[in-house]
């Protein structure tokens, strides 16, 4: 059953020896998840492989959930990084050269700590702001939004957001079954040619 218990840092790090301690303990807690997945990642053992005291663990994370919260943090912010770099092009681009913007983007984040993402996607459960904290992902969503607004007589659908959900979705869903499925596929540019098809072929086809 999902926890509901508090999922927030108890304080933020604010000079420098604190934010290096917190960043020793979020390293620490990405490492036991690699190893040992969610469930065997404990604060006890955090501190261990942190190799610092249980209390300065929970000086500033009050359970489990927090640390794993921190990490999501931080992985989601490589994910952003990764994606933002190549949606700041799209706005002027063909539908060919949109499909595979998203296409490239939504490959070079899920590029991203391969590992740790296969770990947060399976084994970590949406307690408490993890639900929320998963819905940043979809923030590049305004870019594609915003692109099909302004090709909105060029393409089949007829509410971009939707659209914009369903293409990303789809894609999305693609991509996670490859990392747990067939990892060694996310270099295979066979991959990324078949998803721009499927998205040229929604965004003509829904207007047939």
């Keep these: 059953m999902a926890s509901h218990r508090p999922v927030t840092l108890r304080k933020e790090p604010s000079q420098r020896r604190s934010k290096d301690l917190v960043d020793i303990i979020v390293k620490a807690t990405t490492r036991v998840l ?9 604060t006890n053992r955090v501190a261990e492989v942190a190799g610092v005291s249980i209390g300065s663990v929970y000086q500033y994370f009050p359970n489990k ?30 539908l060919e050269q949109a499909a595979k913007t998203l296409v490239r983007a939504m490959l070079d984040a899920h590029r991203v700590e391969p590992r740790l993402h296969r770990v947060l996607r399976e084994q970590v459960p949406r307690i408490g702001a993890l639900k929320a904290l998963h819905e940043r992902y979809s923030a590049y969503e305004p870019m594609v939004t915003a692109w099909l607004e302004t090709h909105r007589d060029q393409l089949g659908p007829s509410e971009p957001g939707v659209a914009t959900w369903v293409l990303i979705a789809a894609v999305d869903g693609v991509l996670g079954r490859v990392l747990v499925d067939r990892p060694g596929w996310l270099e295979q540019e066979q991959l990324a040619q078949e998803l721009e098809r499927l998205i040229v072929a929604y965004l003509r086809g829904a207007r047939a």
């Design 34 to 42: 690699l190893k040992e997945g969610y469930e065997g990642c404990t």
């Design 65 to 94: 959930e927090s640390l794993v919260v921190r990490v999501m943090e931080r992985h989601q912010e490589k994910l952003f990084a990764a994606m933002s770099e190549h949606l700041a092009t799209l706005q002027d681009a063909t």
